[in-house]
């Protein structure tokens, strides 16, 4: 989790105003992981530090977890150069939040919005495959060759895409639409997937990841999610339970094995 300024996580903590808790900090009365902080600018991670005020510890910061409809336009870091909203100033929160993930400027649906660094990993890292679904309006017709070449994998710049599970909603000429849960998550992968078997996005939507739903949630609204929606992130399969779904790195023919002659886990 990016750091904050140490006044700042001070005064959240109700300890006192931004200002006076810059003084506390000069007059030497606050630790850092049992170090005297006495200057400025000094910056902290709340949820890892060990921070105290006159040898009172505070208590880190209560972890937040919401689910926000991204709409287009909005983008998923914190703060962008070219002035772009950010997906953070949708949801009114007083912890300092981000996103897990990024969807595409142009890709609306379910994002994950949280302070909780070690979630944010859990979902995000190559090691763990969390199945992500979107439904995508494609241009022109879906045929029954392009959907088994997208489960079985597609060979993009990275290497092969894992297996995806594909359902077409409709199928007409002009255009159709298409369900798709992928478990990795490289740079615009549903949109280059798509291109590749010959039907590029027209729009796409997130809705689902892992086991939590966008249901009707509309546009640009977010909600907090429940208990029992973090416990199902929090659990959601890790690589050694999945054996399927990463990007393949060598080309077809090549024996799956690694230079140590153990069996990768893409093979
Ligand atoms: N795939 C894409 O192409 N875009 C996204 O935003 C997410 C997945």
Not at 215 to 231: C, H, I, N, S
Request: one cysteine or more; hydrophobic letters at 35%; glycine letters at 8%.
């Amino acid at each position: 989790m990016a750091r904050e300024r140490l006044q700042k996580v001070i005064a959240s903590a109700g300890v006192a105003s931004r200002r006076e808790c810059e003084e506390l900090i000069l007059t030497g009365v606050v630790r850092v992981n049992g170090r005297v902080v006495d200057s400025l600018p000094a910056f902290v991670d709340p949820q890892t530090d060990a921070i105290s005020v006159d040898g009172k510890r505070l208590k880190p910061p209560q972890r937040v977890y919401f689910a926000l409809n991204k709409p287009k336009g909005v983008i998923c870091t914190n703060r962008d150069p070219e002035g772009r909203k950010v997906a953070v100033d949708l949801v009114r929160c007083p912890q300092r939040i981000f996103c897990i993930g990024r969807l595409d400027a142009d890709t609306t649906g379910l994002i994950v919005l949280t302070n909780d660094a070690e979630l944010a990993n859990h979902l995000t890292h190559p090691r763990y495959k969390v199945p992500k679904t979107y439904i995508a309006t494609v241009k022109g017709r879906l045929d029954a060759e392009a959907v088994q070449r997208l489960k079985r994998g597609i060979w993009l710049a990275e290497g092969k895409t894992g297996k995806a599970t594909v359902k077409v909603l409709k199928a007409g000429n002009q255009e159709s639409s298409v369900e798709i849960t992928i478990s990795q998550g490289l740079n615009r992968q549903v949109r280059r997937m798509l291109a590749n078997v010959g039907v590029p996005v027209k729009s796409l939507k997130r809705t689902s990841i892992g086991k939590l739903k966008l249901q009707d949630l509309a546009v640009g609204r977010y909600r907090p999610l429940t208990k029992a929606e973090v416990a199902a992130l929090q659990a959601a399969p890790t690589a050694t339970q999945t054996q399927s779904g990463r990007a393949r790195t060598k080309p077809p023919g090549s024996n799956g094995r690694r230079r140590d002659g153990r069996k990768t886990d893409a093979s």
